[in-house]
């Protein structure tokens, strides 16, 4: 009940954002199921058209895919959350840039993360020391 009552304090605007990070958690989730990832980039185009992001709504997407990572039945990964905020700034025609990169853990265990930026701004956080591999 409390994620209800809190869903139900959010503005209109939030609340919207927050029902279309969740669809396209869903989508993304179920796209990088079923589809190899080489198949998958046909779906993450590049954009040609620019504008100029305003802070405020980058930070709100930020916050609404981190809102609904909490309650979504599947397990969000940062590969996930990077492809449907990319849809999400798609929509709003804001170009950004997905990176894929990798990184040791203390055990020297090879980890990988995926994170995405927009106007120089984290929508995904990079959070370490990731040698990037691949950016789109």
């Not at 990988?112 to 691949?134: C, M, P, Q």
Request: net charge positive; proline share 3%.
């Amino acid at each position: 009940m409390k994620g209800l009552s809190k869903f139900i304090t959010l503005s209109l605007y939030e609340k919207i954002l927050f029902i279309e990070a969740l669809c396209f958690l869903f989508a993304a989730k179920i796209l990088l199921l079923l589809l190899p990832f080489k198949y998958c980039l046909k779906f993450l185009p590049n954009q040609e058209h620019k504008n100029e992001p305003n802070i405020q709504e980058l930070k709100h997407i930020k916050k609404a895919i981190h809102r609904t990572k909490r309650l979504a039945f599947w397990k969000n990964h940062c590969l996930v959350m990077s492809v449907a905020s990319r849809w999400m700034l798609q929509r709003r025609r804001i170009p950004s840039m997905i990176s894929l990169g990798v990184a040791f853990d203390e055990n020297k265990n090879l980890i990988a993360h995926a994170w995405i930026r927009a106007n120089g701004f984290d929508v995904i956080d990079k959070g370490g020391d990731y040698h990037e591999l691949y950016q789109f």
